[in-house]
């Protein structure tokens, strides 16, 4: 057996939409993996899909990463040697009144995971942020990962600040940790693993189609080249690569990559790509305010992560839309 068959990697949230990738991914190269995960937004039916996908029984362990006992007992139990970490609360909106137990779940857990974690032998820690740590850039060329963090949203602070922790845990000798910025994560590797949030965009344009209401696009006044908003929507299966690149890396890595596709679409653009894809060209749009504190534009500069990494991603917009519609 290779060494790195005998790691075993935990992955924190491996029950959601972006964990559940992750962990078919790793699973698909052959690596040891549990599930840590407390079912609060993550579906047990996702890991039965990957349980049935790879013929095999999951390591599951249903708790919260502010469990201090569990989180040890498993760390022990399973002799994990590295961590995915993407449980966190993820809502923009609801972080706005809700600030306190955003900084406790996406910051404080994390800052206690990664002493816990030193203290039992993880080398190898991978972090979820987000490319709200950038906030509202107030020039429109890409996010560079040395350029300026300035969040507008305790979610974004709350990540920033773990970023910190996860920067602290990589510098001792031995250890090998990043923080990825990931951007507008669409797009699915099955359907049994979708998103199912009501939060975000692509999940908002099907649900509304399935349930022929309209979709609303917030703001039509933008400076851009249609007056919406522009993002970098970046496939959830890309974000798995990465995490399986990080995974088998032997070298220290940065300690912050963007994940994107370093190319801008606006909503319109998506919208009308999601609406021819999924056979619907007559569905009603509607325009209405821009929500406050969305930025014009946000899309990541991938100079980083490709040249110093060696990572790109594979998948286009199309492809993404194509694997969800
Ligand atoms: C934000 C966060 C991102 C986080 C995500 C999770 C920032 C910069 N980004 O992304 O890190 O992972 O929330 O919630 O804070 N839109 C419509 N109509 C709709 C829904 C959305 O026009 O019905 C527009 C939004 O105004 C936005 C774009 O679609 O311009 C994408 O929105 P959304 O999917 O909510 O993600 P972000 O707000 O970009």
């Not at 990589?170 to 940790?177: L, R």
């Not at 399935?210 to 006044?221: A, E, M, N």
């Not at 609406?275 to 749009?285: D, S, W």
Request: glycine letters at 8%; proline letters at 4%.
């Amino acid at each position: 057996m290779s060494a790195s068959n005998n790691q075993c990697w935990l992955i924190t949230g491996g029950a959601g939409y972006i964990g559940s990738h992750i962990a078919d991914e790793f699973l698909t190269a052959g690596k040891n993996i549990v599930i840590y995960d407390s079912l609060y937004k993550g579906l047990k039916s996702r890991i039965d899909y990957l349980s049935k996908m790879h013929n095999t029984t999951i390591n599951f362990i249903e708790a919260d990463i502010r469990d201090e006992a569990a989180f040890t007992a498993a760390l022990k139990d399973f002799k994990v040697t590295g961590i995915v970490h993407t449980a966190a609360l993820k809502s923009v909106e609801e972080s706005m009144s809700k600030r306190d137990e955003y900084l406790e779940v996406n910051y404080h857990a994390t800052k206690r995971m990664l002493e816990i974690a030193k203290k039992h032998g993880v080398t190898h820690f991978i972090f979820s942020s987000t490319a709200a740590v950038y906030g509202n850039p107030s020039s429109f060329t890409a996010c560079e990962e040395a350029g300026p963090t300035n969040p507008i949203n305790p979610y974004g602070e709350s990540k920033l600040l773990a970023e910190a922790e996860v920067s602290n845990f990589a510098s001792v000798v031995g250890n090998i940790a990043t923080s990825f910025r990931f951007f507008n994560v669409i797009g699915t590797g099955n359907p049994e693993l979708l998103d199912n949030s009501t939060s975000n965009l692509v999940p908002i344009i099907q649900e509304k189609l399935k349930s022929h209401l309209p979709i609303t696009i917030f703001g039509s006044g933008y400076p851009t080249p249609d007056g919406t908003c522009i993002r970098d929507y970046v496939d959830v299966r890309d974000i798995a690569t990465a995490h399986l690149l990080a995974a088998n890396s032997n070298k220290q890595l940065p300690s912050a990559m963007n994940i994107g596709t370093g190319h801008g679409a606006s909503v319109k653009e998506v919208i009308d790509l999601a609406l021819q894809i999924a056979g619907e060209p007559n569905a009603q749009v509607l325009t209405a305010d821009g929500r406050s504190g969305d930025p014009a534009i946000l899309f990541a500069s991938v100079d980083l992560v490709e040249n110093s990494f060696g990572f790109k991603c594979r998948y286009s917009l199309e492809n993404s839309l194509r694997s969800v519609f």
